[in-house]
């Protein structure tokens, strides 16, 4: 059974810093999808980063970034020059052979003006 | 712009009651889901659905049942709304093969008294 193992379960960050949400995850596939998720206060959530597994060069997707790990099984998001909208929760997510998306607990992140 | 939309996004019930949620997608999805979502948990895949129809069990099916009779309606039914309920419960809906990730509703919070 795959897990997703969010560590954090709430970070900081000075607004124009730059700050990196951790998440490792266990499989035995050897071709998926990962992904960011990010759910405001207004509850949407909202696709900030996708990474397929095959591919090795980290997605990017402009202040957002992943350090994708396959052997460690590591993913995690880096997000550059903080804005206060960036302030939420974010989760992490395996896309499973049965094409469902199973998703960490999640992180909590505050941007501190 | 709204692609995945929750009828309700506060709904308070009484013990017993039997519950609707209802979801609707306007992308011609073929993929629905319903999760719930609880602090420290993340998110719980309860049902999903892949085709008019059809339904399967997800992670935490008990207590619950869906319905999809048409392709861009997926329902979520409570036979006897309890306590252990109470929660936020997101639909999600998704392309065939998931890789791109799942568009979401923003979410029915739901309260049993």
């Known amino acids: 059974a795959q897990t997703v193992t969010q560590s954090q379960p709430e970070m900081s960050v000075q607004e124009a810093e730059t700050v990196t949400l951790s998440c490792t995850y266990d499989t035995s596939e050897s071709d998926y999808y990962l992904f960011w998720y990010k759910q405001p206060p207004s509850r949407q959530m909202i696709l900030v980063i996708r990474?397929?597994?095959?591919?090795?060069q980290n997605a990017t997707e402009n202040r957002f970034s992943v350090n994708f790990q396959k052997a460690a099984k590591s993913f995690s998001l880096k997000i550059s020059d903080s804005q206060l909208g960036d302030a939420a929760m974010y989760f992490c997510a395996y896309l499973t052979g049965a094409n469902n998306l199973f998703f960490g607990t999640g992180t909590r992140l505050t941007v501190i003006p | 712009d709204v692609k995945v939309t929750q009828s309700s996004r506060y709904l308070v019930k009484r013990t017993g009651e039997k519950v609707f949620l209802e979801c609707v997608q306007d992308m011609d999805h073929e993929n629905m889901f319903w999760y719930r979502q609880d602090p420290g948990l993340g998110l719980r895949l309860i049902y999903f659905?892949?085709?008019?129809?059809?339904?399967e069990k997800g992670d935490i099916p008990e207590g619950y049942s869906v319905s999809r009779e048409k392709k861009e309606r997926f329902s979520l039914i409570l036979e006897s709304a309890s306590t252990n309920q109470t929660s936020m419960y997101l639909c999600?809906?998704?392309?065939?093969?998931?890789?791109?990730?799942?568009?979401f509703g923003s979410g029915t919070r739901l309260t049993v008294v």
């Open positions: 999600a809906s998704s392309l065939g093969t998931s890789y791109y990730g799942y568009t």
């Open positions: 990474q397929e597994a095959y591919k090795q």
């Open positions: 659905s892949y085709d008019v129809k059809m339904k």
